[in-house]
């Protein structure tokens, strides 16, 4: 296998510091002292990470955004794995039409599907309540699990599943005893994506939620149309700590390779 040479080491060590760039600069600027946005020339300072604790808005709209992914990505999965084994394993009329359907909301920009979702939760009685926020999410992160499950199912031998049926395993006991295990990675790995993406999605989530159900990132957004101080950096930088703490875990336990990629 070629090894990179210098100018390719150098094109990826600048790639990969204009992507944390941003990241480095929230950091940054969390640990100011001062009551606006500035970088810490002057000391650090955790002044803005003890206040955290004096808005409980912002505590209860985490908990509420960890809620809101924990059952959204778990219902979009429980609907994705059947959906990825009749599109990977079968052919049937209308496969193509159906597949496209349930990756639409992909291609549908959020502001479209926030009005809709909330038009539509208006005249079903489902406006500002947390059913209908997640179902409202599930659809949006269905795609992303779908696609991950699909993978995973697409390129699997079909083997031992068939040496399975030949010794008279049902279509269930196949499906549970071999090709769960097999497609294992790829649906943690769409669940992981669907739960980022749930957690993190703000633009829908806008028009339909409510004071009782509203996620962090829409509450950080309306305390930023209201003022700008470095407490939503330092809300922030816990965030990414907390995500890539959750990244190292899950490769230490797991390995990422096997939950992003899908390789058993």
Do not use: C
């Not at 600069?25 to 810490?40: E, N």
């Not at 959906?83 to 039409?97: K, T």
């Not at 909330?118 to 992303?144: C, E, W």
Request: aromatic letters at 10%; proline letters at 6%; hydrophobic letters at 55%.
């Amino acid at each position: 296998m070629r090894k990179n040479g210098p100018i390719e080491l150098v094109f990826h060590t600048l790639f990969i510091a204009f992507i944390l760039a941003p990241l480095l600069a929230v950091v940054a600027v969390s640990f100011t002292g001062k009551g606006y946005l500035s970088m810490p020339t002057d000391g650090l300072s955790i002044r803005w990470f003890k206040a955290i604790l004096t808005y409980p808005g912002f505590i209860d709209a985490f908990w509420m955004s960890l809620y809101l992914a924990l059952a959204s990505a778990s219902i979009a999965v429980a609907f994705a794995i059947p959906a990825a084994v009749a599109i990977g394993r079968y052919r049937f009329p209308g496969r193509d039409s159906i597949s496209a359907v349930f990756l639409s909301p992909m291609m549908i920009p959020a502001v479209v599907l926030g009005v809709s979702f909330l038009r539509f939760f208006n005249q079903v009685g489902l406006s500002g309540t947390f059913l209908g926020i997640t179902l409202a999410h599930v659809i949006i992160i269905m795609p992303y699990a779908l696609r991950l499950v699909l993978a995973s199912i697409t390129g699997l031998p079909r083997d031992a599943e068939q040496a399975a049926a030949t010794l008279g395993a049902t279509g269930w006991t196949t499906f549970r005893r071999i090709t769960l295990p097999l497609i294992l990675p790829g649906i943690a790995g769409g669940w992981l994506l669907a739960f980022i993406t749930s957690f993190d999605e703000v633009t829908m989530s806008i028009f339909v939620a409510s004071p009782q159900t509203m996620t962090l990132p829409v509450r950080m957004y309306h305390h930023i149309a209201q003022t700008i101080h470095p407490l939503i950096a330092s809300i922030s930088t816990v965030l990414i700590v907390m995500t890539v703490v959750l990244m190292m875990v899950l490769d230490r336990l797991y390995g990422l390779d096997r939950i992003l990629v899908g390789k058993g």
